[in-house]
């Protein structure tokens, strides 16, 4: 048992530095924030100075408005980020995690959710001169009192931070993640298999690799690509064997005498059936 502890322990420690090591000391996100706040607080200096006197009063008002909604954007600061193309910076209307970009986000607040939804489904990555075709963008435009010209400069790229391991999974973060990954499910294996190991043992063992899958996958679940999916698994699975761990320390060891595992018959609504597995801890 002190040696299955001594190991996991020693796994931990190799892990999480070798994760510290490959996260980089230069904030893609924080970078990327700033890069786009100031890129908006450029483009509301510029229209704002705009000469708006051919434009109907109705399309005065509406653009007022738009340049108020475009400073609230940038102040609030909740940019998209590019999964769908994460070695290069292109446009994107709806992210991964449901932001919108300052275009679709412009559009979304004058009351044309359906018409942001539509584009976020069909052209997720359009720019803004590819959308000229589409009247009720054409509308929209000539309501708010913006040229397409306009439009366009409102809309920026959007990075996913490949090039510091925001999205792309380093060979280094691959080989711990899948480190991670089978020693979690060969845990989960052993506390749900009656083998013969202490019920203790078990507990520490699952205990100690399901903190391996968090200190792995916790700082990266919130990102895209590769690296965020393989940051959820990690997380997922750490967690659940962290939970196994426990309830096998928690539990008495004269509950140990049956067998873990039982499959039965299971009959479900409208004659829906099928085999049914129970796991008892």
């Known amino acids: 048992m ?4 001594v190991l996991a322990t020693l796994t931990i420690a190799v892990l999480a530095a070798t994760v510290w090591h490959g996260r980089p000391t230069f904030s893609f996100a924080t970078a990327e ?7 908006f607080d ?27 909604i475009l400073h609230s954007y940038q102040v609030r600061g909740v940019f998209p980020r590019n999964t769908d193309f994460p070695d290069r910076d292109i ?13 679709a986000y412009l559009i979304e607040q004058t009351g044309n959710e359906d018409l942001v939804l539509r584009i976020a ?6 720019r803004v001169p590819e959308l000229k075709d589409d ?16 439009a366009t400069r409102i809309q920026p790229t959007y990075g996913c931070g490949s090039i510091h391991g925001s999205c792309l999974a380093s060979d280094g973060y691959q080989v711990a993640s899948g480190v991670a990954i089978a020693s979690n499910a060969a845990t989960f294996t052993l506390n749900v298999l009656d083998d013969g190991m202490s019920r203790q043992t078990k507990g520490i063992v699952g205990f100690a690799t399901g903190l391996v899958g968090l200190v792995v996958g916790a700082p990266n679940v919130d990102n ?19 939970v196994l761990g426990a309830l096998r320390l928690a539990t008495p060891a004269d509950a140990a005498g049956q067998s873990r595992v039982s499959l039965g018959p299971w009959l479900g609504a409208r004659r829906s059936s099928g085999l049914a597995a129970r796991v008892t801890f």
């Open 33 to 39: 924030r700033v890069r786009l706040q100031a890129h």
């Open 42 to 68: 450029s483009v509301e200096r510029e229209l704002r100075a705009r000469d708006v006197s051919g434009l109907s009063p109705a399309q005065r008002t509406a653009r007022s408005r738009l340049m108020d």
């Open 224 to 242: 895209g690509g590769s690296r965020g999916t393989l940051g959820r698994w990690d997380a997922g699975l750490g967690a659940l064997s962290v």
């Open 91 to 103: 446009p994107v209307f709806i992210d991964w995690w449901g932001k919108r970009c300052g275009f």
């Open 2 to 5: 002190r040696k299955a502890l």
């Open 121 to 126: 489904a069909t052209r997720n990555n359009a």
């Open 135 to 150: 009247p009720a963008v054409r509308r929209w435009i000539a309501a708010n009192g913006v040229t397409l010209a306009e």
